[in-house]
Nanobody, 126 residues
């Protein structure tokens, strides 16, 4: 299984960007997908996740600004990011769980995820 994250770039504060995560070798359909990010000099942190049934969870700092969605037909997951702030600057990683129906409350942890993409970098200029 390979996950390919894309869509990062440079955007001004207040702007929008959409990240994508494409999977090869396995369908997203029965898996939970998560987005994490790592800012320079900081540990990787949870951003958003969607479980196998479509329920979502977000870190408080992005609630109302970021939206995770899944396109099963294209086997792609998106992270729509609006009202971007300089503190959103980070490398963003997508990840997929093992497919055993991980409960939503656990998706903010790294442990359930067994497949990780290579990361895509977002820089928000203020």
């Amino acid at each position: 299984v390979q996950l390919q994250a894309s869509g990062g770039g440079l955007v001004q504060a207040g702007g929008s960007l959409r990240l994508s995560c494409a999977a090869s070798g396995r369908t997203f359909r029965n898996h939970a997908i998560g987005w994490f990010r790592q800012a320079p000099g900081k540990e990787r942190e949870f951003v958003a996740a969607m479980n196998w049934s479509g329920s979502t969870v977000y870190v408080d700092s992005v609630k109302g600004r970021f939206t995770i969605s899944r396109d099963n037909a294209k086997n792609t997951v998106h992270l729509q990011m609006d009202s971007l702030k300089s503190e959103d600057t980070a490398v963003y990683y997508c990840a997929m769980d093992w497919g055993g129906g991980t409960i939503l409350s656990r998706l903010s942890q790294e442990q359930p995820y067994v497949y990780w993409g290579q990361g895509t970098e977002l820089t928000v200029s203020s």
